[in-house]
């Protein structure tokens, strides 16, 4: 069978290839979905790729690399860029789609889809999250570090169809349809909130969280995300939160965190949608939170290599 002759073959569109959009790719290649991959510098062509399961087998693939202008017979495109680079990857893209290509944010952080949502021309959005861990080994090489929920969801416009939303539930290891999403997304915002920023600023692995000096920081940084949700109308449950942010430092114990990596090879973070987020809703709603703004002005002045 050729990709065009497999069940949505070449019609799911991935655009991103880091280590979160490789993960993707490789989950939805092993269930013959056939995806194709799209990335700003590299151009259309094969390329091959290799993925370290958690079981430490690897497993290449020949991946097919596409351009703009084979995006018009995309039913799906993923987006799994970073938060920071949503609106400038997918604005330039959005007329090369068909009318009614959906569109999946997939990025830690919430922000991003309240700026595309202007230009969507109608199409269908799916937001998700995933706590599923992954490291780029070089360029086309990746390893999956850490199992974890993904959890997708309906946003805006018109649904993905039910063929699609089953085939990536097959797909897509630990997996859920959720609706709604969004106190989803907020409560993977507090789990990066709490990890992320932690890890980046002590140069440690998400399992060192685990130890005793760090508590008290964590339990201040999710208590005021608590705080920001209840007044944006998203009811989190304290204990229920505090256990899912140790059980993702459990999980992800060897990981290094995006934000950490981020950080160790000089990149932009995430920071801007994650806590950056949580402050500019704080800020509307008028609630104070202390232990976010410190830890946001440590981050910043790493990220600018203080
Ligand atoms: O950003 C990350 O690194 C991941 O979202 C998570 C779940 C914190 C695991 O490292």
Same mark, same amino acid.
């Given at each position: 069978?050729t990709?065009?002759?497999?069940?949505?073959? /070449?019609?799911?569109? @991935?655009?991103?290839a *880091? %280590?979160?959009?490789?993960?993707?790719? +490789?989950? #939805?290649?092993?269930?013959?979905?056939?995806?194709?991959?799209?990335?700003?510098?590299?151009?259309?062509g094969?390329?091959?790729?290799?993925?370290?399961?958690?079981?430490?087998?690897?497993?290449?693939?020949?991946?097919?690399?596409i351009?703009?202008?084979?995006?018009?017979?995309c039913?799906?495109?993923i987006?799994?860029?970073?938060?920071y680079?949503?609106?400038?990857?997918l604005?330039p893209?959005?007329g090369?789609?068909?009318?009614?290509t959906h569109?999946l944010l997939?990025?830690?952080?919430?922000?991003?889809?309240?700026?595309?949502a202007p230009?969507l021309?109608g199409?269908?959005?799916?937001l998700?999250?995933?706590?599923?861990?992954?490291?780029?080994? /070089?360029r086309?090489? @990746?390893?999956?570090? *850490? %199992?974890?929920?993904?959890q997708?969801? +309906?946003? #805006?416009?018109?649904?993905l169809?039910?063929?699609?939303?089953?085939a990536?539930l097959?797909?897509?290891?630990?997996?859920e349809w959720?609706?709604?999403i969004?106190?989803?997304?907020?409560?993977k915002l507090?789990?990066?909130?709490?990890?992320?920023?932690?890890t980046?600023?002590n140069g440690c692995?998400?399992?060192?969280?685990?130890?005793?000096?760090y508590?008290?920081?964590?339990?201040a940084l999710?208590?005021e995300v608590?705080?920001?949700?209840?007044a944006?109308?998203i009811?989190?449950?304290?204990?229920r939160?505090?256990?899912?942010?140790?059980?993702?430092?459990?999980?992800?114990?060897?990981?290094?965190?995006?934000m950490?990596?981020?950080?160790?090879? /000089?990149?932009?973070?995430?920071?801007?949608?994650i806590?950056?987020?949580?402050?500019?809703?704080?800020?509307?709603?008028?609630?104070?939170?202390?232990?976010?703004?410190?830890?946001?002005?440590q981050?910043?002045?790493?990220e600018?290599?203080?």
């Open positions: 069978m990709a065009s002759e497999m069940p949505h073959g /070449g019609k799911i569109a @991935i655009l991103g *880091g %280590a979160i959009g490789q993960l993707f790719y +490789h989950q #939805l290649s092993a269930h013959g979905l056939a995806p194709v991959l799209m990335t700003r510098e590299a151009s259309a094969s390329q091959a790729l290799e993925f370290t399961d958690l079981n430490g087998e690897t497993i290449k693939r020949q991946a097919q690399l351009d703009k202008s084979a995006l018009a017979s039913e799906l495109l987006v799994c860029v970073k938060a680079q949503v609106e400038e990857a604005q893209l959005l090369a789609l068909s009318a009614d569109i997939l990025h830690n952080g919430l922000g991003p889809h309240l700026a595309i230009h021309a199409r269908g959005l799916s998700g999250t995933t706590s599923q861990g992954a490291l780029k080994l /070089g086309w090489q @990746i390893k999956q570090t *850490g %199992a974890g929920l993904t997708l969801g +309906h946003g #805006l416009g018109p649904r169809t039910e063929s699609l939303r089953q990536l097959e797909a897509i290891d630990d997996s959720c609706e709604p969004l106190p989803m997304l907020w409560q507090a789990i990066n909130i709490a990890i992320n920023p932690l980046a600023i692995r998400n399992g060192a969280l685990i130890e005793d000096q508590r008290p920081t964590i339990l999710i208590q608590l705080a920001v949700a209840n944006e109308g009811a989190l449950e304290q204990d939160l505090t256990e899912r942010v140790y059980r993702v430092i459990q999980l992800t114990a060897s990981n290094y965190s995006s950490h990596q981020d950080i160790h090879h /000089g990149r932009q973070t995430e920071i801007e949608a806590t950056g987020y949580l402050l500019s809703r704080a800020a509307v709603r008028g609630i104070d939170t202390p232990a976010n703004e410190a830890i946001y002005r981050l910043k002045s790493l600018q290599g203080g």
